[in-house]
């Protein structure tokens, strides 16, 4: 998702950040920091889910809406939900009204309940990483991969515990907007702040 560019701050920057004032925000205050908040992990890979086959800026835009309509991702709440709240969804133009989303996001708030209530969506998520973001160095976007063997096994993982649209390159999406794999590219102003933010995680010295 990375690719260099100046911009007319003087910065460099991931070259998806630009020029739009809305990526560029995204970029420099919240993509690739390292989320550890159980309901926070879980609203992004939901957000995630919903871009596939549509360009980020899309969600992002619509992003307030999104969180209205879904009640603030509280995905006890929307665990809950049932054809009448699908139909309801399906009316809101405020969102991507794709049914099979929408159905997704409701089975997926169930599994994040079953997974919260038995070790928490956050271990179940950061383990994979041993609990630190881990750190590349691509210096060009042809080196980012689009998903990898780790995207893949996490994914195959969470279809079989009950989580819809999360293919390999939707969970490395994810894992890049969260934090749990650094993939701001070397040359990218935000890396090394990033890369330092990775160091101190909840679970450091446990």
């Not at 209205?68 to 049932?82: K, L, Q, T, V």
């Not at 950061?126 to 210096?139: H, K, S």
């Amino acid at each position: 998702m990375c690719g260099e560019m100046t911009d007319d701050d003087g910065l460099s920057r991931c070259e998806w950040a630009g020029p739009e004032p809305i990526y560029r925000t995204y970029h420099d205050t919240e993509w690739g920091l390292p989320e550890y908040d159980s309901r926070a992990l879980w609203e992004k890979l939901i957000l995630d889910g919903f871009q596939a086959g549509l360009s980020w800026i899309t969600i992002l835009k619509k992003r307030d809406n999104f969180r209205a309509a879904f009640n603030g991702f509280n995905p006890r709440d929307i665990a809950e939900w049932g054809a009448d709240d699908i139909d309801r969804l399906v009316q809101d133009a405020g969102i991507i009204r794709h049914r099979g989303k929408i159905n997704a996001a409701i089975s997926n708030a169930r599994a994040w309940c079953r997974i919260e209530d038995r070790e928490g969506f956050d271990l179940y998520m950061w383990r994979y990483v041993d609990f630190a973001p881990l750190q590349t160095n691509f210096a060009t976007q042809s080196q980012v991969p689009p998903s990898t063997e780790l995207s893949t096994r996490i994914s195959k993982d969470m279809k079989k515990d009950g989580f819809k649209f999360c293919g390999p390159t939707i969970v490395y999406a994810w894992m890049e907007a969260c934090g749990l794999v650094n993939d701001h590219l070397t040359t990218c102003h935000r890396h090394a702040a990033v890369a330092q933010m990775g160091t101190q995680t909840p679970w450091k010295g446990r």
